[in-house]
Structure formats: structure tokens, C-alpha cells
């Protein structure tokens, strides 16, 4: 007879605790950290941005360890950011070096380029496309 008192109690006992307070996170806030901003790419050039149905692109590239693109250009303004290794960014007579927590914006305005992994381990970028349905995100020269 007793256990039939307990479990009703032990219940609500359980069901009240779920009402308490939890712990809270009031210390933690969300933050927002500019990485890159600009209205011109790397080459120094302005971008522009294409006529045509939008489309967003992210891409994760990797590249391996002494690998390069192919010279090449992008027909879309992009967003270069990378999360891992060390790379040369060569345009013309112009390079630039980059490394993990680096980035850099190419314009679709900017010269045939390539990009090769100097790093000792694979290189890996999150590149942020702004394009249109179509359009490839590079063109190899």
C-alpha cells in the first residue's frame, strides 16, 4: 500500500525538476567576426556582379601538397578563405602568399592566376561564389 503513495510522489518529485532552472550559458555570447571586406579582389580591380538567374556557391577545395590549378580566371566574384595549409597565389609578376585563417577576394575582373600548395600538408579553402545559373565557377586559360 505504501508503494502505491511513493510512486506518485517520486513522479511528480521527477516532473517538478524539469521545471527547475538549468544551468544556463549566460557568459556565452554568439559572435560575429569580420574575416574579409571589399569591394575590390586581390588583383586590386573592382568586381561586378553578372546579369542572369543568381545563383550562391560554396565550395571546399583541396589542394595536395606541391599540387597548382591550372592558370586560370573566374568569370564570378568570389570569396577565398583558407581553413588549412599555405599557399602561393601567383598573377603575372604579382604573388601573394596565404595561409590558414587567410583570405583574399578574387574579382571577375582580375587577370589569369594560379595557385599552388607550398605547404607541407594539403591546403583546403571555403570559396563563397557569387554567380549565375551557368556560368562556371573558373575558366582555365
Do not use: W
Not at 7 to 16: A, H, N, Q, T, Y
Not at 95 to 109: M, V
Request: glycine letters at 10%; charged letters at 20%; a positive charge.
Amino acid at each position: 500500500m505504501k508503494l502505491k503513495k511513493i510512486i506518485p510522489f517520486c513522479f511528480l518529485f521527477f516532473i517538478g525538476t524539469l521545471a527547475l532552472p538549468q544551468p544556463s550559458l549566460a557568459g556565452e555570447k554568439i559572435e560575429v567576426i569580420p574575416i574579409i571586406q571589399s569591394s575590390k579582389g586581390l588583383s586590386g580591380k573592382n568586381f561586378n556582379y553578372l546579369e542572369g538567374k543568381p545563383e550562391l556557391r560554396l565550395l571546399k577545395v583541396k589542394i595536395p601538397v606541391g599540387l597548382k590549378t591550372p592558370i586560370h580566371t573566374h568569370p564570378s566574384p568570389m570569396l577565398i578563405h583558407v581553413t588549412r595549409g599555405r599557399l602561393k597565389h601567383v598573377r603575372g609578376e604579382e604573388i601573394n602568399f596565404f595561409r590558414a585563417g587567410d583570405a583574399f577576394i578574387e574579382s571577375n575582373n582580375g587577370s589569369a592566376h594560379y595557385v599552388k600548395n607550398v605547404g607541407k600538408k594539403p591546403a583546403i579553402l571555403h570559396v563563397g561564389v557569387v554567380s549565375v545559373v551557368g556560368i562556371p565557377t573558373a575558366i582555365n586559360k
